[in-house]
Antibody
Framework: QVQLVQSGPEVKKPGASVKVSCKTS????????ISWVRQAPGQGLEWVGW????????HYAQKFQGSVTLTTDTSTSTAYMEMTSLRSDDTAVYYC?????????????WGQGTLVTVSS | QSVLTQPPSVSAAPGQNVTISCSGS????????VSWYQQLPGTAPRLLIS???KRPSGIPDRFSASKSDTSATLAITGLQTGDEADYYC??????????FGGGTKLTVL
């Protein structure tokens, strides 16, 4: 069965960076993309960006251009999200979700979420 | 503030039917698919409807959706207590950036 398993919770200080992993299994990694979505405490869903599992092409929400980098490792079917210059309002649960391979689409399988807490 | 507008909350009794609206514009809903997600408390979202009106396998036919011009609607029939959750609509804009609605909290009275 399709699974996306994310790395564990992180606590970071303002200005630091964080890298979250999303290890996938149960499907052909290069036939799909991965989107990242975050949810601040008590808030709604916010799309961060997308990466193609096939060719590594990326598309970021304008808000995260320059502060987020999405990458993949096809040898381990793993996607990564790195966020730099963290601020307190980046505190959120970050989800990876399976997406379309050539462009953004809908998200049919989700990781369990990774809580990133930014606090001094 | 979300570009896609959903009612913050809806409520109905078990067995009744409910609809959740999602209002956008021609630059998003009007020219693209709409998807719907259910998020039970403390869990990751789950895809309910893809490509405007398609149910993934395992989603009961009590859930259906439609789109008209720049708005979309999720309908749930025969409400159950287990349907109590947050519901989100999703689409893309003309730059293929993903947009989510603000979410609707469904309370089953």
């Amino acid at each position: 069965q399709v699974q996306l398993v994310q790395s564990g919770p992180e606590v970071k200080k303002p200005g630091a960076s964080v890298k979250v992993s999303c290890k996938t299994s149960g499907y052909t990694f290069i036939s799909y993309g991965i989107s990242w979505v975050r949810q601040a405490p008590g808030q709604g869903l916010e799309w961060v960006g997308w990466i193609s599992g096939y060719n590594g092409k990326t598309h970021y929400a304008q808000k995260f251009q320059g502060s987020v980098t999405l990458t993949t490792d096809t040898s381990t079917s793993t996607a990564y999200m790195e966020m730099t210059s963290l601020r307190s309002d980046d505190t959120a649960v970050y989800y990876c979700a399976r997406d379309e391979v050539y462009s953004t689409g809908w998200f049919d399988h989700w990781g369990q979420g990774t809580l990133v807490t930014v606090s001094s | 503030q979300s570009v896609l507008t959903q009612p913050p909350s809806v409520s109905a009794a078990p067995g009744q039917n409910v609809t959740i609206s999602c209002s956008g514009s021609y630059s998003n809903i009007g020219n693209n698919y709409v998807s719907w997600y259910q998020q039970l408390p403390g869990t990751a979202p789950r895809l309910l409807i893809s490509d405007t009106n398609k149910r993934p396998s395992g989603i009961p036919d009590r859930f259906s959706a439609s789109k008209s011009d720049t708005s979309a609607t999720l309908a749930i029939t025969g409400l159950q207590t287990g349907d109590e959750a947050d519901y989100y609509c999703e689409t893309t804009d003309n730059n293929l950036s993903v947009l989510f609605g603000g979410g609707t909290k469904l309370t089953v009275l």
